[in-house]
């Protein structure tokens, strides 16, 4: 192991590549680094609000994520650098090794990102054990993912600095294990309560392909789009005022709604709403609240849109599957009541171009990002057809990025 020098200052590169990723590493470390890994971001594709439902989601890892780069040391520190940030995290081992055998959790302060790295640091020392030798290290992370377009950077950045503390430490665990860890770091360490769609589409990512997540038995399975296709993700640059209560209120229907269906269900077992069909739901429904009642059709419908799409893709039927983008959108809007007139008014225009096959609200909805399927040669025509479309309707910016389903997680050195 190197004992590296002390980091300079004000090291940013002007442009991103992995060349000057690692000479900057170079620069601030004064040291070449060992263990290099990458992981990309993601695209919700179809299957809104059906995670927490235990349902399936479609989704893709994308082109652009973040690499984490490090040096092992012989010393007790762990420090960490952000180049989009341009800050330093410190921790001692000793300390990182007392927190993961305790029960308290001690977020950083001031420095919001670090708290994703902190927090898979910690769940990897608990799973490698109290008995494992752990060193300190230096580390550098940055990439080429777009932020603020609901592309996940969050995931990125956990499952890049998991596989390389993994390599480091030599601590045998699976990929499913390895995402539980991502999801745990911001439970307890940024208090964001979320799924496990992000890390799943990161690690597992193929490329050309969607994957099919199962969030009941927690199986991926990558589904062919094939190599014409691709995604442009449309950013509406808003964002519901009331996004969070609004969230929470979605997920209290539907858990109220599934205790619905399983009292008039009976005899059959209906834990979510993922057990619920839409035959069921139009049986059912008219004895329920009518409030509840309307949001659970959108899971239930987007789970069996979800199945479709499987069957549709893999007979190479991109046309159909896009319809089923659009009525997922149209749920959203009638059952969900979670898009907002900037996501509609994308929609709206991309129903338009003849060049789009299926589009749609990405993301929990409320503001955000839209999806649109398109073939990968329509990319700058259907760019400009949104951008100059949007801007005259609503006399705003829309931000768009093309997407195309790229492989997963992986070690690129060590």
């Not at 010393?75 to 305790?102: C, L, N, P, W, Y």
């Not at 603020?148 to 969050?154: E, K, R």
Request: charge should be negative.
């Amino acid at each position: 192991m190197a004992n590296a020098g002390s980091p300079a200052k004000g090291l940013r590169p002007s442009g991103f590549s992995l060349d000057g990723l690692i000479s900057n590493f170079r620069e601030f470390f004064n040291a070449e680094p060992t263990i290099i890994s990458y992981a990309p971001g993601r695209v919700e594709v179809l299957g809104n609000h059906t995670d927490y439902n235990e349902g399936y989601v479609l989704s893709a890892a994308i082109q652009s994520g973040t690499y984490f780069l490090l040096i092992p040391t012989t010393d007790d520190r762990i420090e960490i650098h952000s180049g989009h940030f341009e800050q330093t995290a410190t921790f001692s081992v000793k300390d990182m090794v007392e927190e993961a055998a305790g029960t308290v959790v001690h977020p950083v302060h001031n420095q919001d990102w670090a708290n994703y790295v902190k927090g898979v640091l910690i769940g990897m020392i608990r799973a490698g054990g109290s008995e494992r030798t752990y060193c300190g290290f230096r580390a550098l992370f940055d990439g080429n993912l777009p932020l603020g377009l609901g592309l996940s950077s969050s995931a990125a950045l956990e499952i890049s600095t998991a596989l390389a503390i993994q390599r480091l430490y030599g601590i045998e665990i699976s990929r499913h294990d390895v995402a539980k860890i991502g999801q745990r770091a911001e439970h307890t360490y940024v208090g964001v309560k979320c799924g496990l769609l992000d890390q799943f589409s990161s690690l597992y990512g193929v490329e050309d392909h969607v994957l099919l997540s199962d969030f009941r038995t927690l199986e991926v399975e990558a589904v062919p789009l094939g190599s014409e296709a691709c995604f442009l993700i449309c950013n509406t640059k808003v964002k519901h005022s009331l996004v969070e209560s609004e969230f929470s209120e979605r997920v209290d229907s539907c858990h109220e709604a599934a205790e619905g269906f399983s009292r008039e269900l009976q005899p059959k077992p209906v834990r979510a709403l993922r057990d619920v069909t839409l035959a069921e739901w139009r049986r059912i429904s008219p004895r329920l609240d009518y409030r509840i009642a309307k949001r659970a059709k959108h899971p239930i419908g987007e789970n069996e849109r979800v199945q479709q799409a499987k069957q549709l893709l893999q007979a190479g039927q991109l046309a159909e599957f896009g319809e089923l983008m659009y009525e997922s959108h149209k749920s959203s809007q009638e059952n969900f009541e979670n898009s907002c007139a900037e996501l509609d008014t994308v929609v709206s225009i991309a129903k338009q171009c003849p060049k789009v096959l299926g589009a749609r609200l990405s993301g929990g909805g409320f503001g955000g990002a839209a999806v649109l399927l398109i073939n990968r040669a329509d990319i700058q025509e259907v760019e400009r057809f949104i951008i100059t479309n949007y801007s005259e309707q609503l006399g705003k910016t829309c931000e768009v990025f093309p997407i195309i389903p790229s492989g997963g997680a992986r070690l690129l050195r060590g």
